[in-house]
């Protein structure tokens, strides 16, 4: 039965109906006693896998098709009435063209299968920050997935009253076929439409489609944006805690630094780190001039391969229960592995592709793309600010990437509109997170390449006038975990060592440290990276922080080569920030 009265609402449910066809409609309404009728019968069809139920309670496991394992960008649309809109580096079609392509694809693609109505709220439900969503899937997978990333409830309807102000969401499984397989948008319909994968950001449509690509068109007209970021506290022993917001491309290591344990030096002092969020961050000005931010998921959909009790401990804990684990290895035991877990490669076991697999072959046992699927509050250092409707105040934006070379560990911009500057030039190693080449250094501004919903050019204007508008913006800053050495191997060493990095970046938004200027912004003096307890020489720590002027004058033609595509929707302060960069090589 129909859980609302919302006339857009229904209208909608009954054309989707319409044109795919469903032997039934079953209306979710949160509530655990249903979403565990529905997780069983996808356990009877095989859909799901119950786990282990002492060792991994309320968890099963999931396979997407042997073709469907990533985001494909290639087949991700932006379907605004102009093309110009859309901008360079998105996708584009005729909307109208785009709708009578997919009703084709649309048309029947649920006989003989239930569609879930799934409510949903991006944010806490009633947040100054919240938006809604309904999606329609033919996918129990998505249901239950769903029910973790986002809040869902039939609160989301008493919220959203007789408004038709929600984003819909068009989820179909179809024949899973990869040649009709669509991801697509129109931000001026507030619609997304998803056909043909069964691959998490394909189809969780609250995640990337709606957080990301529609919101980040919603907050350009609405004065306020959708990052792809990290946010986190630190908390110091007087008990004062800082946030920060990070964008780091997908596999770049968000969700470790988002639950990274401080070194012992720091543990011992009582330094704590406080995860907000993993993936996306909307922010906006609050009431003090500030810039605020909340993170409107519920779960973590994180990179399973590598992670291990050394490298995440809070990450692998919020797993142990209630969570979903796709194309990782299903160990005979009912519990699962991946590679970089441990140094011991189960036997017996099924690889993700669910064939007998033996480590000893050489092969990959996990899918390097492989996640699990957990939710927020099961992790152990989540945020008490974690549900808080008006979000934590940020005090330091931090760009990063995968570069072997050129960027240095850290640095700052000098103002905020050099700071746009240094997001728009961002640069980092493809991962296996997006179908295609891994490894190949591509331009990803703000992390935002695969998921901004509009022109990159206005979104980069956008990005600008906001440091307007917002009267004490945060301090912008670059990291680089990723330099290699001659060998090829990392030099800093990571993960729960990256607080050093984020003492020094905290200590400058405080104005309790000084920098050395360079001709990219401010770099640390080495002495002020705290190396305590750490096993590296100060000619590597001064190695990790030059700013090579020849490979930097290289950078240079890749961003002059990269901006022309905007033609002139380059905003001409980062026409002018590209000049003063130039200079300043010479
Ligand atoms: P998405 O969920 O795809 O947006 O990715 P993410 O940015 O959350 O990436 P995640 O934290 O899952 O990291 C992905 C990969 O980066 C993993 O293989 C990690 O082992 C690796 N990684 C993360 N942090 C570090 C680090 O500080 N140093 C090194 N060398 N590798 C890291
Ligand atoms: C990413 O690729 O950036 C992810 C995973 O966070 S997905 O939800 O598939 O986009
Ligand atoms: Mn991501």
């Avoid at 569609?115 to 997978?141: H, N, Q, R, W």
């Avoid at 709606?210 to 630190?234: P, Q, V």
């Avoid at 934590?392 to 240095?408: C, M, Q």
Wanted: proline share 6%.
């Amino acid at each position: 039965m129909a859980l609302t009265t919302n006339k857009a609402v229904l209208s909608w449910v009954d054309e989707m109906a319409a044109l795919t066809k469903p032997e039934k409609i079953v209306w979710i309404d949160g509530s655990e006693e249903q979403l565990a009728e529905i997780r069983n019968e996808g356990i009877a069809t095989g859909e799901l896998i119950k786990l282990n139920e002492e060792v991994l309670p309320g968890c099963v496991y999931h396979r997407s098709a042997l073709n469907d394992v990533a985001r494909v960008e290639g087949r991700t649309f932006i379907c605004c009435r102009n093309k110009e809109d859309a901008g360079p580096t998105n996708n584009w079609m005729d909307p109208q063209e785009m709708y009578a392509k997919l009703n084709g694809l649309y048309d029947g693609s649920m006989k003989g299968r239930t569609m879930y109505v799934i409510p949903y709220s991006m944010s806490v439900v009633g947040s100054p920050f919240a938006k809604y969503g309904v999606e329609l899937t033919d996918s129990i997978y998505v249901v239950v997935s769903m029910a973790i990333m986002t809040r869902v409830g039939a609160n989301v309807y008493e919220a959203l009253g007789d408004s038709p102000d929600f984003i819909k969401g068009l989820h179909s499984k179809a024949e899973l076929d990869e040649e009709k397989r669509y991801i697509v948008h129109f931000p001026e319909d507030n619609t997304i439409m998803s056909v043909n994968s069964g691959y998490g950001g394909n189809v969780l449509l609250g995640k990337k489609c709606f957080a990301l690509r529609i919101a980040s068109y919603l907050g350009r007209k609405e004065n306020w944006m959708a990052e792809h970021m990290l946010i986190l506290g630190i908390e110091d022993p007087e008990g004062n805690v800082r946030y920060l917001a990070a964008a780091f491309p997908s596999a770049c290591g968000k969700t470790n630094l988002a639950m990274l344990i401080p070194p012992e030096i720091y543990t011992s002092k009582g330094y704590k780190v406080w995860c907000v969020g993993d993936d996306i961050a909307w922010l906006r000005e609050g009431p003090d001039g500030r810039l605020w931010a909340v993170n409107p998921e519920n779960g973590f959909f994180g990179v399973a391969p590598g992670t291990s009790m050394k490298s995440n401990p809070n990450a692998l804990l919020s797993t142990m229960k209630n969570s979903i684990f796709t194309n990782v290895v299903l160990k005979p035991d009912g519990t699962v592995w991946w590679e970089g877990m441990d140094k011991n490669p189960p036997t017996g076991a099924l690889n993700w592709k669910g064939e007998p697999w033996d480590p000893a072959d050489g092969s990959k046992g996990a899918h390097p793309n492989s996640r699990f699927t957990a939710p927020a509050k099961n992790c152990p250092c989540i945020s008490s600010e974690f549900d808080n409707p008006q979000g934590v105040p940020i005090d330091a934006i931090v760009f990063g990437g995968r570069r072997a070379k050129t960027a240095p560990l850290v640095y700052q911009s000098r103002n905020w509109q050099h700071g746009v500057f240094v997001g728009s030039i961002m640069a980092s190693e493809t991962t296996a997170a997006a179908t295609g080449a891994v490894g190949v250094v591509r331009r990803d501004p703000m992390a935002m390449l695969p998921f901004c919903g509009y022109h990159m050019g206005d979104y980069w204007q956008h990005w600008l006038n906001m440091g307007k508008l917002v009267k004490n913006p945060p301090k912008i800053f670059n990291v680089n975990w990723f330099r290699l050495d001659d060998e090829g191997h990392f030099i800093w060493p990571g993960f729960g060592d990256n607080m050093r990095v984020l003492q020094w970046i905290m200590a400058r938004c405080y104005g309790e440290v000084d920098a050395v200027e360079t001709a990219i912004g401010y770099v640390p003096n080495p002495d002020d990276i705290n190396v305590e307890g750490l096993d590296i020489s100060k000619a590597v720590l001064e190695d990790l922080l030059t700013v090579d002027k020849a490979l930097w004058k290289e950078e240079v033609s890749g961003i002059t080569e990269f901006y022309a595509k905007f033609g002139d929707k380059l905003p001409k302060e980062l026409a002018e920030e590209l000049e003063t960069l130039k200079a300043n090589l010479e």
